[in-house]
């Protein structure tokens, strides 16, 4: 068996879009994931060949004070053989010859076994909330309005302190491909107080600093389209975000372990974070 890990290349994305897809046991497409992440962070995602045949995938971004790790996937029939474990020490060491102190990932019972043998530890949970009906919810008070390019600055300094880490390059992403599914509340001195954007499938990134921004960001996410199932994933630390969803018809589907490798408490203020953008960019 000859294992080698190497960078991703743009010609691996149709083949590792296939092995996400079993690997996750999902029918969900993660091409334009991929495309977006490999983008922000080129050098950031490496897959393994077996036989010079591609078998898995990791990647993270980096965000200078932590990383995320994500999209941790081999294929079924191969599991098991210690491929996960390499692509995971290949991407470490790629993130010690940067000088990155923290990693971040969330994961799953089963996951979190490998985890834990390369100096992962728990520091919290990831809850998985799901829109399960619809219910009638009050106009909100506060106006929302759709972000605009203009705003990008000033949305990553606010969310800075929230998340940790400046976040500019991740939301330029988002809206370059949300355009008018992005939107924002200010209170009356035009400073922000929360952002949501609405992904086919996600609620998030999602912040507010407090819940009546939250609340308006939701309900006008919520407005169109008003069949679409949409998923939150939530930082435990914030109660709000769980009470706020499950009073607009979201169920609370899962629960993750949202692990650290590094020092001894993960950045950020996650009582301010309603939503992750994916589990794999934070």
Known sequence: ???????????DLDLLDRILVAA????????????????????GWFVAELDRTVVGMVGAIDYGEFAYIGLMAVYPTVQRRGIGRALMERLLDWLNARGTKV????????????????GFVEDSKQLVF?????????????????????DLSALAAFDAPIFGANRLSIFAAYLS???????????????????????????????????????ALLAMALQEPCDRVYSVLVPSANRAAANLLERYGFIQKRELR?????????????EQLYGLGSFAIG
């Open 24 to 43: 996750f046991e999902t029918t969900h497409s993660y091409k334009k994931q991929l495309q977006r992440y490999t983008t922000i962070q080129p050098e």
């Open 130 to 150: 799901q829109r399960d009906r619809k219910i009638p919810y009050p106009a909100s008070p506060l106006e929302v309005r759709t972000l605009c390019k203009e």
């Open 177 to 215: 491909s949300l355009p008018d599914r992005a939107f924002v509340t200010h209170n009356e001195t035009g400073q922000i107080t929360g952002y949501l954007f609405v992904q086919p499938a996600v609620l998030g990134p999602w912040a507010a600093s407090t819940p009546k921004a939250a609340e």
């Open 1 to 11: 068996m000859a294992l080698t890990i190497r960078h991703l290349r743009e010609t």
């Open 258 to 270: 949202h692990m650290r490798r590094g020092r001894s408490a993960a950045p950020g203020q996650p």
């Open 103 to 118: 990693a971040l990932l969330n994961a799953t019972e089963s996951g979190s076994r490998l985890y834990t043998l390369v």
